[in-house]
């Protein structure tokens, strides 16, 4: 979701101003017309060479745009920064700089340049723009919807800024704050990839029907398929229909293996159909992209664990924990697989911890009544496994009551 390359080719104002203010002022005392001669002569000179000097600094930032604009990114990012040299306060500069440096991935260097693009010129709303898609690019994306809100309320209806800010919220789980700039942006007929599926992705997480219109629209497009077959597939996924949930993950993957949270949900997928090599694999190629991401983590280790790898799934569990150390699955993970290595009292902290976090899992009850029984703390035991049978015979209940709702609708 790149921005156009946007060039300012006037001189440059900040050189200009102060140029102005050195040499505007009157002289404090009367010049003889000798000396006023010589004065005029210099300042002419002077002007003259301002002049030179302002072209030049022009010329070079237009020839910076240029290779900007041919996708020589490198050498455009090489140049903008020999012109900032020699004219350190030439915003416009600073602004297409932090484009680009965007674009070679080089993140944070981007939002410093965009945000001293916007110290020295204020007003100038697309550094703003730049600074959000900087955010937004290094995965930032609180950041990302700060910016993106400030240059909304600069340039509102802007169709790039709209749809930028629906897949941040929509990145940061925020769905019901993504849906309307998500479906503006569609309504403004953005044609984008990423929007048509983040929108598609919110519907299919609310269970509305009109996710079968966003994958219509996704598949009707061959530079957007790609996107239909995954949203697709995570539809599948979501209705437990694994096999087919697989079967479109991997055409998905044949048609672009970059796609976000591709690996992720074929993983997903693999270990609900107890193919657990094959998630393993999934769940590391998701990690080679998006290495600080807590699920991956958490089912790789999990995968692993299933797979009877319990020494290979510990590193990875604590890499997921290190992420999200109140984490009640992780924990519940981390005790059973130390439960299983005799190691009752390291699991015992571990699993109180998963059930203070989630107390409405019988699972985790159950694993956690297991170590109280096993280090001897009978009555603590007892209560736990009480509950356990408590929380499963109203699951039950409520099952039941489902099916009998279920089995009284009219065909």
């Known amino acids: 979701m790149a921005p156009a390359v946007w060039q300012i080719d006037n001189s440059d104002p900040a050189v200009a101003g102060q140029w102005r203010r050195e040499h505007d002022s009157e002289p404090r005392q009367m010049l003889s017309s000798d000396r006023m001669g010589r004065w005029c002569l210099l300042l002419a000179f002077s002007g003259f060479l301002f002049a030179q000097n302002a072209a030049e600094l022009t010329a070079r930032f237009n020839r910076a745009a240029e290779l900007q604009r041919k996708g020589a990114f490198e050498e455009a990012a090489h140049a903008y920064e020999l012109l900032l040299e020699v004219a350190p306060r030439y915003a416009e500069a600073y602004a297409n700089l932090g484009m680009v440096l965007s674009r070679l991935g080089r993140h944070q260097a981007a939002i410093e340049a965009s945000r001293k693009a916007i110290e020295l010129a204020p007003a100038l709303t697309p550094a703003r723009m730049n600074l959000g898609i900087a955010y937004y690019r290094a995965g930032q994306y609180d950041d990302a919807v700060t910016a993106l809100r400030d240059y909304l309320s600069r340039e509102p209806g802007s169709?790039?800024?709209?749809?930028?800010?629906?897949?941040?919220?929509?990145?940061?789980?925020?769905?019901?704050?993504?849906?309307?700039?998500?479906?503006?942006?569609?309504?403004?007929?953005?044609?984008?990839?990423?929007?048509?599926?983040?929108?598609?992705?919110?519907?299919?997480?609310?269970?509305?029907?009109?996710?079968?219109?966003?994958?219509?629209?996704?598949?009707?497009?061959?530079?957007?398929?790609?996107?239909?077959?995954?949203?697709?597939?995570?539809?599948?996924?979501?209705?437990?229909?694994?096999?087919?949930?697989?079967?479109?993950?991997?055409?998905?993957?044949?048609?672009?293996?970059?796609?976000?949270?591709?690996?992720?949900?074929?993983?997903?997928?693999?270990?609900?159909?107890?193919?657990?090599?094959?998630?393993?694999?999934?769940?590391?190629?998701?990690?080679?992209?998006?290495?600080?991401?807590?699920?991956?983590?958490?089912?790789?280790?999990?995968?692993?664990?299933?797979?009877?790898?319990?020494?290979?799934?510990?590193?990875?569990?604590?890499?997921?924990?290190?992420?999200?150390?109140?984490?009640?699955?992780?924990?519940?993970?981390?005790?059973?697989?130390?439960?299983?290595?005799?190691?009752?009292?390291?699991?015992?902290?571990?699993?109180?911890?998963?059930?203070?976090?989630?107390?409405?899992?019988?699972e985790k009850r159950f694993l956690l009544a297991r170590v109280y029984q096993k280090l001897g703390r009978r009555e603590d035991a007892s209560r736990e496994f009480a509950e356990v049978q408590r929380q499963k015979t109203e699951q039950l209940q409520k099952t039941q009551q489902y099916l009998e709702k279920e089995a009284g609708k009219k065909p």
């Open 159 to 362: 169709l790039q800024g709209t749809q930028l800010l629906g897949v941040s919220l929509f990145e940061l789980g925020r769905d019901t704050e993504a849906l309307p700039y998500l479906e503006e942006a569609v309504t403004q007929n953005s044609q984008d990839a990423a929007v048509l599926y983040s929108l598609g992705l919110v519907y299919l997480r609310q269970r509305n029907d009109r996710v079968f219109d966003l994958i219509k629209r996704l598949n009707a497009s061959t530079e957007a398929k790609p996107a239909g077959h995954l949203l697709q597939g995570q539809y599948h996924l979501m209705q437990q229909d694994y096999e087919r949930a697989i079967g479109e993950l991997l055409e998905a993957r044949r048609l672009n293996p970059l796609l976000p949270r591709l690996y992720y949900s074929l993983g997903l997928s693999y270990v609900k159909s107890a193919k657990y090599a094959e998630a393993i694999e999934a769940f590391e190629k998701e990690l080679d992209l998006r290495p600080k991401d807590f699920s991956t983590h958490y089912y790789l280790a999990y995968s692993l664990e299933a797979a009877h790898r319990s020494d290979e799934a510990l590193p990875r569990l604590q890499k997921a924990l290190e992420l999200e150390p109140q984490s009640p699955e992780g924990n519940a993970l981390l005790g059973k697989i130390l439960f299983e290595q005799g190691k009752t009292a390291e699991a015992l902290p571990k699993l109180e911890l998963a059930v203070k976090g989630d107390p409405q899992e019988p």
